[in-house]
T-cell receptor, first 113, second 114 residues
Framework: SAVISQKPSRDICQRGTSLTIQCQVDSQVTMMFWYRQQPGQSLTLIATANQGSEATYESGFVIDKFPISRPNLTFSTLTVSNMSPEDSSIYLC??????????FGSGTRLTVV | AQSVTQPDIHITVSEGASLELRCNYSYGATPYLFWYVQSPGQGLQLLLKYFSGDTLVQGIKGFEAEFKRSQSSFNLRKPSVHWSDAAEYFCAVGAGGGADGLTFGKGTHLIIQP
């Protein structure tokens, strides 16, 4: 299975600013995803990161708030824009290929103050 | 739309005792089912997955799960738990093998008593 490195592991940010989270996979993967885990909650899919094209967003998530890039098959970024305290969450990237178990990064714990 | 229900928010088990975590899913076609474990401050680790074939699936760390289509269930079991099994456990369902992303249950928090 692919190994995913995610950074930063945690950050404390001022409201109104933006944070970019990076996700690096140790091998080429077909699919990459971004999830949000709010405090004490389960994971919610934000979007599918598509290589070379615009990401596909789930209901309730928009590109202006969560722009995503995926320039190649091993790397993706998620930006949390114009942050508010409600954005305080753990953000996780996930990747995999075909029909298989998808591995996850260790997450970015974001606190907005 | 697919959904996953984990009816137990918390479960407490004595070390050495057997464990069963419940998971029920709703999905219109053949489901692709997963169990993940999340230790405090960590990401998710895949325990096992089911796509087709044998309905009893073996995973890592001594876990197994049984797919029961008639009950729309995919319960996770372990015959004897260890203190290191204390964690959050998530059941998930994915369309297309997960190629459209996964839908997670709310999780079950497992507490191990000495």
């Amino acid at each position: 299975s692919a190994v995913i490195s995610q950074k930063p592991s945690r950050d404390i940010c001022q409201r109104g600013t933006s944070l970019t989270i990076q996700c690096q996979v140790d091998s080429q993967v077909t699919m990459m995803f971004w999830y949000r885990q709010q405090p004490g909650q389960s994971l919610t899919l934000i979007a599918t990161a598509n290589q070379g094209s615009e990401a596909t967003y789930e209901s309730g998530f928009v590109i202006d708030k969560f722009p995503i890039s995926r320039p190649n098959l091993t790397f993706s970024t998620l930006t949390v824009s114009n942050m508010s305290p409600e954005d305080s969450s753990i953000y996780l990237c996930s990747g995999g290929t075909g029909v298989g178990g998808y591995t996850f990064g260790s997450g970015t714990r974001l606190t907005v103050v | 739309a697919q959904s996953v229900t984990q009816p137990d928010i918390h479960i407490t088990v004595s070390e050495g005792a057997s464990l069963e975590l419940r998971c029920n899913y709703s999905y219109g076609a053949t489901p692709y089912l997963f169990w993940y474990v999340q230790s405090p401050g960590q990401g998710l680790q895949l325990l096992l997955k089911y796509f087709s074939g044998d309905t009893l699936v073996q995973g890592i760390k001594g876990f197994e799960a049984e797919f029961k289509r008639s009950q729309s269930s995919f319960n996770l079991r372990k015959p004897s738990v260890h203190w290191s099994d204390a964690a959050e456990y998530f059941c998930a369902v994915g369309a297309g093998g997960g190629a459209d992303g996964l839908t997670f249950g709310k999780g079950t928090h497992l507490i191990i008593q000495p």
